[in-house]
């Protein structure tokens, strides 16, 4: 029998699901910290042995602080798509799962990278695994956004903004596992792409 989507008096089913997503966005996005460990220091423990123990640790950091907000960012996709649904459909289920089970990898895939930093197969893996990420969400946010889920009030620029945004957020993690490929140091920082992705998107879907 094919799935119908129910009619969400309270959206009992759509908040349960949320619910459950925003727990394992916060319980992976918590993890990230934990894989930070304390530098040894060795006695005499003067400032410039602290500094040289800090500073052997800093490419964790630099991991810990793009994941969390990676992360971040996603949930905030996530929450938003999650808006304008209004129906619920158990169609959500597998591609939602997915996606949280990506999301859940991050702490393992950060550490990898980070313990690893500047050769090419932990940055290839970290920036595919952002690959992975995207397109499980764009598959959450198809669902969300479109009938009969999507609620039927909403403007039409709004869900259209969401599908802007996951598409940024492919095309900026291929840009940065293609550049992880070439420039292994490079490949998480080209993350940063994705506002410039989501800016040319957004000003070609104005000039058509």
């Not at 916060?26 to 220091?41: K, Q, S, Y």
């Not at 994941?67 to 971040?72: K, L, P, V």
């Not at 996603?74 to 938003?80: L, P, Q, S, T």
């Not at 459909?89 to 949280?100: G, H, M, Q, Y």
Request: charged share 10%; with cysteine.
């Amino acid at each position: 029998m094919e799935d119908k989507p129910h009619a969400a008096g309270p959206a009992h089913g759509l908040e349960r699901m949320a619910f459950f997503s925003d727990a394992v966005f916060a319980i992976a996005i918590t993890l990230l910290v934990i894989e930070i460990h304390v530098p040894h220091v060795e006695a005499p423990y003067t400032d410039a042995a602290f500094l040289h123990a800090l500073g052997e640790v800093r490419a964790n950091f630099l991991g810990f602080f793009i994941s969390f907000f990676a992360i971040g960012l996603f949930w905030i996709g996530h929450h938003r798509a999650f808006a304008c649904a209004r129906h619920w459909t158990p169609k959500l289920f597998l591609p939602n799962l997915l996606l949280l089970c990506s999301i859940a990898a991050m702490p393992f895939f950060t550490a990898f990278s980070s313990e690893y930093y500047g050769h090419r197969v932990p940055a290839a893996f970290y920036c595919g695994w952002m690959v992975v990420i995207s397109i499980f969400n764009i598959l959450v946010q198809r669902i969300l956004t479109a009938p009969p889920v999507l609620d039927a009030q909403l403007p039409a620029e709004q869900p259209r903004m969401i599908r802007q945004r996951g598409l940024a957020a492919l095309l900026g993690s291929l840009t940065a596992f293609v550049t992880s490929l070439f420039v292994p140091p490079l490949g998480q920082v080209a993350l940063i792409t994705i506002p410039l992705w989501r800016l040319l998107i957004t000003r070609l879907a104005l000039a058509r």
